[in-house]
């Protein structure tokens, strides 16, 4: 070139330490080799070049073609597929490719510079030789550059095609100079694209081990299965919808990138502490559930219970013939304790339905139902050694009695301790800096705006958005889950009525349900999540507490 004079060097080189600063500090892969290319192109004057990228099977995949002559902008953020096979490192037999230049550079492990390719003997230029006659373009002087990591091993290949003189604007060889600062973009490239594959290569297996802890939790209860799937799903749908607002106290919220990645992974991690809650508490089907279901023992005590009776009142019956004769079956007396044990068999089956409803804990127990266990508890069996015992024991007493749901209050504090051991295992990781707050954003979600909720009794105030976001996401899954053993799947209105009444009652973020309901982001998770019996017409104007 006709200006390789020492400030034009200098300023190449300037440019070459701009692009290397960008490259380092580049995350989007597309964006990296972009960089990469356009760089080399704009430092040596190129008019074209390509972008090879070496795959697992070794051939060289066209990642990227750029040409300005031809106008050509293929691959990498165009989004425009590049329409030419992968070239093979190796032939059918086994050899080396070393016919085809980028191969060579490849396979040899060293920069190729061809003054005119019409001319080079070396190397099989046919399919440069029909795009120039397709194309009507002639590609001439090549500079071919394998780009090799921290390892001494080559990841790709950067190949550059016609040098412009910057004068003339004719087609000239690349310069020695120009191929000393394209090995060294080269060399800074290879090293950002593999600081960039270790970076996502981490991502990744993080992100597969937090799946990973998701799904065994999931498995671990056939109940929960999917819980920990669809919470992240619902987080996220809500956030973006927070975000979108442009009206409210919310119009100003926003999250970047890596902090809208924070929550995902923050809601992929919510319930990680169940891991050491035994299923026997967290899949409790019914209030008598142990190893099995108690109420098949009260249904068999019931049935010995009668049997009892009924023999008693035989013995009865027996001694009234003996002494007054076979006449004595006419008698009133005779009749009264028929009569007395037809009724109290009546009554034993009405108490073990109402034990066998009251057993599922779907509905809240009354005060009138309570007693009705206690005064059921007060019958009495014969036992094998003769003596009268309780019907029921003071533990069958004490779940049966539990006022809603199945879990006792020992239990319930057993669930809820998954809780305290999400937040152990959380505040245990060393986190860089872009996830710092995942332990604030997943240990948050049975907080309750008021300040009643656990473990640490946080009032609104005192929680981040996405925080708050996630309780909502956590309650309404649940609440439409149609795999839970205690109840069954609720439809929209229902569930909208439950978490509208927890608004009422600042359990939830008002503002956020309000959100959640005007964008109608409940009907979007639904048509992906939920049965079609599930959805049902909802009538904004009966939620409580929401004004249409």
Not at 134 to 144: I, M, V
Not at 389 to 403: C, H, Q
Not at 528 to 544: A, C, G, M, N, R
Request: hydrophobic letters at 40%; one cysteine or more.
């Amino acid at each position: 070139m006709s200006k390789n004079h020492h400030p034009y060097l200098l300023e190449r080189l300037e440019r070459l330490n701009s692009i290397g600063i960008a490259l380092s500090a580049e995350r989007d892969n597309q964006r990296l080799l972009e960089m990469i290319l356009l760089g080399a192109q704009e430092i040596t004057n190129a008019d074209g070049g390509t972008l090879y990228i070496i795959t697992e099977d070794k051939h060289l995949k066209f990642a990227m073609m750029r040409n300005k002559t031809l106008n050509m902008s293929l691959g990498g953020t165009t989004g425009k597929e590049i329409p030419f096979l992968p070239l093979p490192l190796y032939l059918g037999d086994g050899s080396q490719n070393l016919t085809t230049v980028a191969a060579y550079a490849t396979l040899k492990n060293k920069t190729v510079n061809i003054a005119d390719a019409y001319a080079a003997e070396d190397f099989d230029f046919s399919g440069t030789r029909k795009f120039d006659k397709k194309t009507g373009y002639h590609s001439k002087s090549f500079l071919t550059i394998p780009m090799k990591n921290h390892e001494s091993e080559v990841i790709g290949v950067l190949q550059l095609i016609n040098a412009m003189d910057v004068d003339t604007g004719e087609i000239v060889p690349f310069s020695p100079e120009n191929q000393s600062l394209v090995e060294s973009l080269a060399s800074q490239a290879a090293v950002a694209m593999t600081n960039h594959n270790l970076i996502e290569g981490l991502k990744s297996l993080f992100e597969a081990f937090i799946e990973l802890i998701a799904d065994a939790i999931d498995q671990k209860s056939p109940y929960t299965g999917g819980h920990c799937r669809r919470v992240p799903e619902l987080t996220m749908m809500l956030t973006q919808a927070v975000m979108d607002t442009k009206t409210g106290p919310f119009k100003d919220f926003t999250l970047n990138e890596n902090e809208f990645y924070e929550l995902k992974v923050a809601s992929w991690l919510h319930d990680c502490g169940k891991v050491t809650t035994p299923e026997a508490v967290m899949d409790k089907p019914t209030k008598l559930s142990a190893i099995f279901d108690r109420i098949q023992l009260i249904a068999q005590r019931f049935e010995l219970l009668k049997s009892q009776a009924e023999n008693q009142v035989l013995q009865q019956q027996l001694a009234l013939i003996q002494a007054h004769g076979i006449t004595i079956q006419q008698d009133e007396k005779f009749t009264q304790l028929t009569a007395a044990l037809t009724a109290f068999k009546v009554a034993c089956d009405q108490d073990l339905r109402f034990l066998s409803q009251s057993n599922i804990g779907s509905e809240s127990m009354t005060e009138a139902d309570l007693q009705r266990i206690r005064d059921i508890a007060k019958l009495e069996l014969t036992n094998p050694n003769g003596e009268r015992v309780p019907f029921l024991s003071a533990d069958e007493v004490y779940n049966l009695s539990i006022k809603r749901g199945t879990l006792t209050a020992e239990e319930r504090e057993v669930i809820n301790n998954h809780i305290v051991v999400t937040i152990n295992m959380l505040d245990s990781l060393p986190y860089p800096k872009s996830l710092a707050r995942v332990p604030e954003y997943a240990c948050g979600h049975h907080e309750h705006m008021d300040g009643t909720g656990y473990p640490k009794g946080l009032r609104r105030e005192q929680m981040s958005v996405p925080a708050r976001v996630m309780g909502i996401a956590d309650i309404f899954e649940a609440l439409t889950s149609k795999d839970r053993p205690y109840k069954k799947a609720k439809t929209l209105s229902e569930s909208l009525a439950i978490l509208g009444r927890m608004k009422v009652e600042h359990h939830i973020d008002p503002d956020l349900f309000d959100i959640f309901i005007r964008e109608k982001i409940y009907l979007k998770y639904a048509r992906q999540f939920l049965e079609p019996e599930q959805i049902d017409e909802v009538d904004l104007t009966k939620i409580p507490g929401y004004q249409p």
